[in-house]
């Protein structure tokens, strides 16, 4: 069945590293792929999304590509700040949404 | 738009006792709604999905009886615990689906409903 690996977490990085989270998947036909980002108390929140292969979806510094060729949509940003540290999603969706187990990022000043 | 609001944010109840959650779609209406569970450092739940006039599909191992969902109207679904107990406590989140191929496989979520029960 349809499915989401995420990297596991936590992460810890200082302010202006890179980020890379990885998430690969696993699914039949053409499913859109999504991050989303969950801040300490809040639901979900769309960070970005793709809808097809080779797709590139971006937002507030972060970009994720849809790669089928190796079933990745790695979230990226080159710089983090403090306010980034929140836990994010990876999830692909067909009839219904499936989630990756969630990446927990804390960025120190 | 597509905005999903959820009440309450916070509730506390005694154990034994029922609770009602509210999910509402804001500017759109929707047809589909889902209800996740979340429990501390875990991902999301699918607990069940929601369309309106006709009654939930609860995913496995999810009990229909305890978590009693409604979807009376285009814009409003709820999820009511039934004789809550202390196991019960954890995050409760609902979205919906947009209707229409903009949002074509895209769901919005709602803020969260904390429940704890003592």
């Known amino acids: 069945g349809d499915s989401v690996t995420q990297m596991e977490g936590p992460v810890t990085l200082s302010e202006e590293a890179f980020l890379t989270i990885n998430c690969t998947y696993t699914?039949?036909?053409?499913?859109?792929l999504f991050w989303y980002v969950q801040y300490p108390g809040e639901g979900l929140q769309l960070l970005l999304k793709?809808?097809?292969?080779?797709d590139k979806g971006s937002n507030k510094g972060f970009e994720a590509t849809y790669r089928k060729e190796t079933t990745s949509f790695h979230l990226e940003k080159g710089s983090v700040q403090v306010s980034d540290s929140a836990v994010y999603f990876c999830?692909?969706?067909?009839?219904?949404?499936?989630f990756g187990t969630g990446t927990s990022l804390t960025v120190i000043p | 738009g597509a905005v999903v609001s959820q009440h309450p944010s916070r509730v506390i109840c005694k154990s034994g006792t029922s609770v009602k959650i509210e999910c509402r779609s804001l500017?759109?209406?929707?047809?589909?709604m889902f209800w996740y569970r979340q429990f501390p450092k875990k991902s999301l739940m699918l607990m069940a999905t929601?369309?309106?006039?006709?009654?939930?599909?609860?995913e496995q191992g999810v009990e229909k009886d305890k978590f009693l969902i409604n979807h009376a109207s285009l814009t409003l679904s709820t999820l009511t615990v039934t004789s809550a107990h202390p196991e019960d406590s954890s995050f409760y989140i609902c979205?919906?689906?947009?209707?229409?191929?903009?949002?074509?496989?895209?769901?919005?979520f709602g803020p969260g409903t904390r429940l704890t029960v003592l």
């Open positions: 699914a039949t036909g053409y499913p859109s």
């Open positions: 999830a692909l969706s067909r009839n219904q949404f499936y």
């Open positions: 979205s919906a689906r947009v209707p229409g191929t903009l949002h074509y496989n895209e769901q919005f």
């Open positions: 793709a809808t097809k292969a080779d």
């Open positions: 500017d759109f209406q929707a047809t589909t």
């Open positions: 929601s369309n309106e006039g006709s009654k939930a599909t609860y």
